[in-house]
């Protein structure tokens, strides 16, 4: 009896080969996912850096250079 892990592991050995064989569909799949996930590194670091208020007391006493 085929557990599910092994079915799992069948079904990404099976994308792998697929993926390898057909390289230019692979880089158009590809491409534009990463895209998308450095698009919200980006966006993840300017909200958390320059506007989500920083901890500390009276913050909005601070002076930039």
Request: a positive charge; proline letters at 3%.
């Amino acid at each position: 009896m085929e557990s599910h892990l092994d079915g799992l592991a069948r079904d990404f050995r099976y994308a792998l080969r697929d993926l390898r064989k057909n390289r230019r569909f692979s880089l158009i799949a590809i491409w534009p996912c990463s895209c998308i996930g450095a698009s919200t590194v980006v966006f993840s670091v300017v909200y958390n850096v320059f506007f989500h208020a920083l901890p500390y007391k009276d913050f909005g006493r601070s002076v930039c250079v």
